[in-house]
């Protein structure tokens, strides 16, 4: 096929694009190389509109062993342990293919953690879905669930934790982020970073066919009414042959004979190629036709594309080759010497004994473009002058049975049920909870994780949105007792050229970075998703955060649910009332406009340092952040989780009652105590500058609020749970 301007642009290249591609390769491209130059350089693997603000990113700190740059970010837990942890997008193929489009992004995310030398111990996952009145919610979330589930599933990995939000913006483009944990011995971490010439190129897994060709350029496309016909942009997976790889490859890293390994994920045999002979400033020469193929007539431009899942890319020591086939071969593994590193700096491409491919490695990479495109500053908006007058009508009970009862707000018991959350035996905190909890096992450690967004406050101002998905990231895991180590990002946007969306991602990294610094809680990995967009109309910003966590003592873990009738219930931090973007202002009030809560970050850190301390002095029986809902909706999930009631002393506060109750200032945790420790928690608290309020104790099952009738935990379970199910089963 010849190649020309209407050919590049066909795959995704801009005029000016393909313009210096022929500058700098001095020639028009062929077909082969056109293709290769619009996997490289396309947003979803260049990363061309947010490289630059991404090298802002706090990376460094004393428990980090490697950032980002390589195929999942890796931290100290102590011990000669380490975590490999990353999350990333499958957005648009699981608008396009639910069930596949999920399941082989959780497919390729744990890849992306073995290929690095750990075995996965947990998946999670943070999924957003449209209006639950949208035509096409209900399919795409049935889809979506049965997709994580298969596939985590057979694989045998614990899904523990996750979130499902519900919102307009997606009705044209669903997110899909999922996240992997894994464990190494810190001192057997692989590398992608080729290394050393003529060393065998090595490719193992499933054979390659014509499934996902253009499946990283279509993550960098906006949608339009022809979405139907990107169907085969959609990988298929198999989660019982990624099984078997993940146990080769273990298998072979065991031994001494890897010398850089790679998941062919987005760009498939393209980006892994690449990548490794980039970071080694190698070059690489493939032979096309010794690649294992299970479709005829493949041609190199479909080899080079394709995105068959469970395939992996090694550079092996020579001489090794034999005993690396033996082990594969063991496992009924396709396996593959299919080339050899050069130091030539370029990648050649033969096929039926022409050369078919040949461009210098620094083009593809170090060249592709960089963009620093306009941006608009989001101003914060004017608080709301809410009319106290409509809130007299309104009872606290009755407001709360609604909100318990919102989409986002009701239990997803529904979805993680259909997860193995308790598979290898180690999950000691389940979905549900503040942060999912493994045990490291055959230890008395334990790890934390958990995943966040809140595409409300970052649409309403960015920059306080992205301080504060951090902040709430944090006191999950603080929640639960363990010490908060490290974060990875998904950053969900929409189309980058226009500038009040560029903005918003600016912004939105910025408040990331400035959170991160504050709290010494590192950005180590993550994913960018720009063109999360239909018929020009965008997603709310949502970047998802994933924290990982350490509890050195498993056994001081602390879990939300209330535990003994007459213990006190305190609420740790500040309370001022506020109600601009709450829960309580949208569905309530219906009113949507007002700034987000304001971030202090000083109180972030030493609130959830301080709630730390009283959780190592064992004076803490039950602890759950304040976050969507406010605090009565916090008490309320304590209550319910534990089948327990709770009285709420009058209160003491000149606030109004709504705004104390619902309002959702940051930097609070709801503590359970006995009484007999309450001044032992007094003096802590106050010893270290901490608001608190004693606002109630524990009942067997009556809920008591102020003068308000009183209600039953039973009716408050009903509210909260029913809402899904009834959803799901219509």
Same mark, same amino acid.
């Given at each position: 096929?010849?190649?020309?301007?209407?050919?590049?642009?066909?795959?995704?290249?801009?005029?000016?694009?393909?313009?210096?591609?022929?500058?700098?390769?001095k020639?028009?491209?062929?077909?082969?190389?056109?293709g290769?130059?619009?996997?490289?350089?396309?947003?979803?693997?260049?990363?061309?509109?947010?490289?630059?603000?991404?090298k802002?990113?706090?990376?460094?700190?004393?428990?980090?062993?490697?950032?980002?740059g390589?195929?999942?970010?890796?931290?100290?837990?102590?011990?000669?342990?380490?975590?490999?942890?990353?999350i990333?997008?499958?957005?648009?193929?699981?608008?396009?293919?639910?069930?596949?489009?999920?399941?082989?992004?959780?497919?390729?995310?744990?890849?992306?953690?073995?290929?690095?030398?750990?075995?996965?111990?947990?998946?999670?996952?943070?999924?957003?879905?449209?209006?639950p009145?949208?035509?096409?919610?209900?399919?795409?979330?049935?889809?979506?669930?049965k997709?994580i589930?298969?596939?985590?599933?057979?694989?045998?990995?614990?899904?523990?934790?996750?979130?499902?939000?519900?919102?307009?913006?997606?009705?044209g483009?669903?997110?899909?982020?999922?996240m992997?944990?894994?464990?190494?011995?810190?001192?057997?971490?692989?590398?992608?970073?080729?290394?050393?010439?003529?060393?065998?190129v090595?490719?193992?897994?499933?054979?390659?066919?014509?499934?996902?060709?253009?499946?990283?350029s279509?993550?960098?496309?906006?949608?339009?009414?022809?979405?139907e016909?990107?169907?085969?942009?959609?990988?298929?997976?198999?989660?019982?042959?990624?099984k078997?790889?993940?146990e080769?490859?273990?298998?072979?890293?065991?031994?001494?004979?890897?010398?850089?390994?790679?998941d062919m994920?987005?760009?498939?045999?393209t980006?892994?190629?690449?990548?490794?002979?980039?970071?080694?400033?190698?070059g690489?020469?493939?032979?096309?036709?010794?690649?294992p193929?299970?479709?005829?007539?493949?041609?190199?431009?479909?080899i080079?594309?394709?995105?068959?899942?469970?395939?992996?890319?090694?550079v092996?020591?020579?001489?090794?080759?034999?005993?690396?086939?033996?082990?594969?071969?063991?496992?009924?593994?396709?396996?593959?010497?299919?080339?050899?590193?050069?130091?030539?700096?370029?990648?050649?491409?033969?096929?039926d004994?022409?050369k078919?491919?040949?461009?210098?490695?620094?083009?593809?990479?170090?060249?592709?473009?960089?963009?620093?495109?306009k941006?608009?500053?989001?101003?914060?908006?004017?608080?709301?002058?809410?009319?106290?007058?409509?809130?007299?009508?309104?009872?606290?009970?009755?407001?709360?049975?609604?909100?318990?009862?919102?989409?986002?707000?009701?239990?997803?018991?529904?979805?993680?049920?259909?997860?193995?959350?308790?598979?290898?035996?180690?999950?000691?905190?389940?979905?549900?909870?503040?942060?999912g909890?493994?045990?490291?096992?055959?230890?008395?450690?334990?790890?934390?994780?958990?995943?966040?967004?809140?595409?409300v406050?970052?649409?309403?101002?960015?920059?306080?949105?992205?301080?504060?998905?951090?902040?709430? @990231?944090w006191?999950?895991?603080? !929640?639960? +007792?363990?010490?908060?180590? =490290? *974060?990875?990002?998904?950053?969900?946007? $929409?189309?980058?050229?226009?500038?009040?969306?560029?903005g918003?991602?600016?912004?939105?990294?910025?408040?990331?970075?400035?959170?991160?610094?504050?709290?010494?809680?590192?950005?180590?990995?993550?994913?960018?998703?720009?063109?999360?967009?239909t018929?020009?109309?965008?997603?709310?910003?949502t970047?998802?955060?994933?924290?990982?966590?350490?509890?050195?003592?498993?056994?001081?873990?602390?879990?939300?649910?209330?535990?003994?009738?007459?213990?006190?219930?305190?609420?740790?931090?500040?309370?001022?009332?506020?109600?601009?973007?709450?829960?309580?202002?949208?569905?309530?009030?219906?009113?949507?406009?007002?700034?987000?809560?304001?971030i202090?970050?000083?109180?972030?850190?030493?609130?959830?340092?301080?709630?730390?301390?009283?959780?190592?002095?064992?004076?803490? @029986?039950?602890?759950?952040?304040? !976050?969507? +809902?406010?605090?009565?909706? =916090? *008490?309320?999930?304590?209550?319910?989780? $534990?089948?327990?009631?709770?009285?709420?002393?009058?209160?003491?506060v000149?606030?109004?009652?709504?705004?104390?109750?619902?309002?959702?200032?940051?930097?609070?945790?709801?503590?359970?105590?006995?009484?007999?420790?309450?001044?032992?928690v007094?003096?802590?608290?106050?010893?270290?500058?901490?608001?608190?309020?004693?606002?109630?104790?524990?009942?067997e099952?009556?809920?008591?609020?102020d003068?308000e009738?009183?209600i039953?935990?039973?009716?408050?379970?009903?509210?909260?749970?029913?809402?899904?199910?009834?959803?799901?089963?219509?």
């Amino acid at each position: 096929m010849e190649v020309n301007l209407k050919v590049a642009i066909e795959h995704g290249l801009k005029k000016e694009e393909f313009n210096k591609i022929c500058d700098l390769l001095k020639r028009t491209p062929n077909i082969t190389e056109l293709g290769i130059f619009s996997a490289m350089w396309n947003e979803h693997c260049s990363y061309k509109s947010s490289r630059v603000h991404l090298k802002k990113l706090n990376t460094k700190g004393k428990n980090v062993i490697q950032g980002p740059g390589e195929n999942a970010g890796v931290i100290d837990i102590e011990d000669e342990d380490a975590i490999v942890f990353k999350i990333e997008s499958h957005n648009h193929p699981s608008f396009i293919e639910p069930y596949q489009g999920a399941a082989t992004g959780v497919g390729g995310i744990m890849r992306d953690v073995f290929t690095m030398g750990a075995r996965p111990i947990a998946n999670l996952n943070s999924i957003h879905f449209g209006s639950p009145q949208h035509p096409k919610t209900k399919n795409l979330l049935r889809g979506v669930v049965k997709g994580i589930g298969g596939y985590g599933n057979c694989m045998g990995i614990p899904t523990i934790g996750g979130q499902t939000n519900f919102d307009e913006s997606y009705n044209g483009n669903i997110l899909v982020n999922a996240m992997t944990l894994g464990l190494v011995n810190k001192n057997k971490i692989f590398y992608s970073k080729a290394a050393g010439i003529n060393k065998p190129v090595i490719y193992v897994g499933s054979k390659t066919g014509r499934d996902g060709i253009h499946g990283a350029s279509m993550a960098s496309a906006i949608f339009d009414d022809k979405i139907e016909e990107k169907k085969p942009t959609v990988q298929v997976g198999d989660p019982f042959t990624e099984k078997l790889l993940l146990e080769a490859c273990l298998e072979l890293m065991a031994g001494k004979s890897i010398i850089s390994i790679q998941d062919m994920g987005a760009a498939g045999l393209t980006s892994s190629s690449i990548e490794m002979a980039s970071k080694g400033n190698l070059g690489i020469e493939l032979n096309l036709n010794k690649v294992p193929c299970r479709e005829e007539k493949m041609t190199p431009y479909e080899i080079m594309l394709s995105e068959s899942q469970e395939r992996m890319l090694i550079v092996l020591e020579n001489g090794k080759e034999d005993e690396a086939k033996k082990i594969f071969d063991k496992w009924n593994l396709d396996f593959a010497v299919i080339g050899k590193t050069t130091d030539t700096k370029k990648i050649e491409l033969f096929f039926d004994n022409n050369k078919v491919t040949e461009i210098p490695i620094s083009i593809l990479a170090e060249n592709a473009p960089v963009y620093e495109r306009k941006w608009k500053k989001t101003k914060l908006p004017q608080k709301i002058k809410f009319n106290k007058d409509d809130f007299k009508k309104l009872k606290i009970t009755e407001v709360l049975k609604k909100v318990l009862g919102l989409p986002n707000i009701s239990s997803k018991e529904w979805i993680w049920q259909q997860y193995d959350h308790t598979v290898m035996g180690d999950t000691i905190q389940k979905p549900g909870s503040d942060a999912g909890v493994v045990r490291i096992h055959g230890t008395n450690k334990a790890v934390a994780t958990s995943v966040d967004s809140s595409a409300v406050y970052c649409n309403a101002h960015p920059l306080t949105g992205g301080k504060q998905v951090v902040c709430e @990231n944090w006191r999950n895991l603080i !929640s639960c +007792g363990s010490k908060p180590i =490290a *974060i990875t990002n998904c950053l969900n946007f $929409g189309n980058p050229e226009k500038e009040k969306n560029m903005g918003e991602f600016v912004e939105c990294v910025e408040g990331i970075n400035e959170a991160s610094k504050f709290l010494d809680y590192p950005v180590v990995s993550g994913n960018v998703s720009f063109y999360n967009e239909t018929k020009d109309k965008g997603i709310k910003p949502t970047p998802a955060i994933g924290g990982v966590g350490l509890i050195k003592e498993y056994k001081k873990m602390i879990t939300m649910d209330l535990k003994s009738n007459e213990n006190l219930i305190l609420v740790v931090g500040k309370t001022e009332g506020h109600i601009d973007q709450s829960v309580f202002a949208i569905n309530i009030l219906n009113e949507k406009k007002g700034p987000p809560p304001v971030i202090n970050l000083f109180n972030e850190k030493n609130n959830g340092e301080t709630v730390l301390k009283l959780i190592a002095e064992g004076l803490i @029986n039950s602890a759950h952040d304040v !976050s969507l +809902g406010g605090i009565i909706t =916090a *008490i309320s999930k304590m209550a319910i989780k $534990g089948k327990k009631g709770f009285k709420l002393n009058k209160l003491k506060v000149l606030i109004n009652k709504f705004d104390y109750y619902f309002g959702e200032d940051q930097g609070r945790y709801i503590i359970e105590i006995e009484p007999k420790n309450l001044a032992k928690v007094q003096k802590i608290l106050k010893d270290n500058s901490v608001h608190y309020d004693e606002i109630g104790l524990v009942t067997e099952k009556d809920i008591i609020v102020d003068k308000e009738p009183i209600i039953r935990i039973d009716d408050l379970i009903k509210s909260n749970k029913n809402w899904l199910e009834n959803y799901m089963d219509k």
